[in-house]
């Protein structure tokens, strides 16, 4: 069985610029989450779907950040424009449900703002 | 509560030695307490979870233990081995159990 599935794996931008990032969760996941991981630290919830509905956004940066989850599968994080401070690792994990059920990341994309 | 605080957020081991990680969290509702391993430029991943029905459960070399009335849980691993050094972070739900708060981590060497 295939695991979460992100894209690209490493992302350089110059500041202003905009990026994307792809997630494909695991069949049948219906939940779904973008994490921010800085260095040296734990991951950082941005946004949890619930099927295609964005159920906790509260901690993303909404002025320049933006998701999406077109039919409740694939997943889309968008920045623009990005800053230096959004330097980091951007991972999407998937689960079968909302609560106490295991959660299985993706490989992450790292992105660094020069 | 949002806070889940971890310790100690570095420790070293001798092969063969047993580590343990601790975290505390806030929320005396919360009911669920995965343990992940991120391997250097890797993914983190479960290892070991703990619901709050029980006190302890172990998996081989590694266990987690729960006190529910202090509101902390540890994992512990035995006969430690090159293959552990990672970074291990502790997770717990938020109020509402919305999400899952992670802990800081902690790099095991």
């Known amino acids: 069985e295939a695991g979460v599935v992100q894209s690209p794996r490493y992302k350089i931008i110059e500041k202003k610029q905009p990026v994307a990032f792809w997630c494909n969760p695991i069949?049948?996941?219906?939940?779904l989450y973008w994490y921010r991981q800085n260095l040296g630290q734990g991951p950082e919830l941005l946004i949890r779907y619930e099927n295609e509905e964005a159920v906790d956004d509260s901690q993303l940066p909404k002025d320049r950040f933006s998701a999406e989850r077109l039919k409740g599968v694939d997943s889309t994080l968008k920045i623009q424009p990005a800053e230096l401070g959004d330097s980091a690792v951007y991972l999407c994990?998937?689960?079968?449900?909302?609560?106490?059920?295991?959660?299985?990341f993706g490989q992450g994309t790292r992105l660094t703002v020069v | 509560g949002e806070n889940v605080e971890q310790h100690p957020s570095t420790l070293s081991v001798q092969e063969g030695d047993s580590a343990v990680i601790k975290c505390t969290y806030s929320?005396?509702?919360?009911?669920?307490f995965p343990w992940y391993k991120q391997e250097l430029g890797k993914r983190p991943q479960l290892i070991i979870d703990?619901?709050?029905?029980?006190g302890e459960k172990k998996d081989q070399r590694i266990a987690v233990t729960l006190n529910k009335t202090a509101k902390h849980f540890s994992l512990h691993i035995t006969e430690t081995q090159p293959e552990d050094s990672a970074v291990y972070f502790c997770a717990a739900p938020n109020t509402g159990f919305q999400k899952l708060v992670f802990g800081t981590g902690t790099r095991l060497l």
């Open positions: 929320d005396s509702a919360s009911n669920y």
């Open positions: 069949s049948g996941h219906n939940t």
């Open positions: 703990i619901r709050s029905n029980v």
């Open positions: 994990a998937s689960s079968l449900g909302p609560r106490d059920t295991e959660a299985f």
